[in-house]
């Protein structure tokens, strides 16, 4: 049962728009959420995050939004540069802080110059 | 400051082989994770240690052992490899003022 779900495999954009990739999850007991990019044969590097006391976290061209009723939350790229082409991943966890990460499938976004 | 190391980068096993992957890290983290990435599956928990001498199993913990004798180092083992162990495995250590995960650049595992 996959607890936190990113229904699309890819997503392609050209430079300069914005980019959107969503993540939905199931378990109400989430109340921490990340976004981790990753470039093919290097590890996930953390991106951003929120708390589920907020519904909006912004820094610089990236901006995570959570809708906790609907439990979705997406992340924005605006403007995209063909450097954000990766994979993306959305993560979950119980508590702030904990290692304990339950991940999305993990979404390519391609930038197109 | 090296960060979150990973030896091999890259290893072909036999069925029934047993191997360790190595991970260290530099910064004095107590909390370090193993986690593996399928094609469609995104990254899955497998052991996780809070500190020195204590380890805890994550969602799909089979097949794999760990220790956790020093700060550094979190070896995972796979006493008898399978084909369904054939993945890319990642370590990680959690600090900072945010709880960030940091992550090596992984071992690729592939058993025949």
């Known amino acids: 049962d996959q607890q936190v779900k990113q229904n699309s495999p890819s997503l392609s954009v050209q430079e300069g728009r914005i980019s959107i990739l969503n993540c939905d999850y199931t378990?109400?007991?989430?109340?921490?959420f990340l976004w981790y990019k990753k470039y093919p044969a290097e590890g996930p590097t953390f991106l951003i995050s929120i708390s589920s006391i907020k519904d909006k976290n912004e820094d610089g061209r990236f901006t995570v939004f959570l809708n906790k009723s609907a439990k979705h939350l997406s992340l924005h790229i605006v403007p995209s540069q063909p450097g954000d082409s990766a994979v993306y991943f959305c993560a979950a966890s119980a508590l702030a802080g904990s290692g304990k990460l339950i991940f999305g499938q993990g979404t390519t976004l391609q930038v197109k110059p | 400051n090296a960060g979150v190391t990973q030896t091999p980068k890259f290893q072909v096993l036999k069925t029934g082989q047993s191997m360790t992957l190595q991970c260290a890290q530099d910064?004095?983290?107590?909390?370090m994770s193993w986690y593996r990435q399928d094609p469609g599956m995104g990254l899955r928990l497998i052991h996780y240690?809070?500190?020195?001498?204590?380890?805890d199993q994550g969602e799909v913990p089979n097949g794999y052992n760990v220790s956790r004798s020093t700060t550094e180092d979190f070896p995972l083992r796979l006493l008898s490899a399978a084909p369904s162990q054939t993945s890319v495995y990642f370590c990680a250590s959690l600090g900072g003022s945010g709880g960030t995960q940091y992550f090596g650049p992984g071992t690729r595992l592939l058993v025949l």
């Open positions: 910064m004095n983290h107590e909390y």
């Open positions: 378990n109400s007991m989430f109340d921490y």
């Open positions: 240690s809070v500190g020195a001498g204590i380890t």
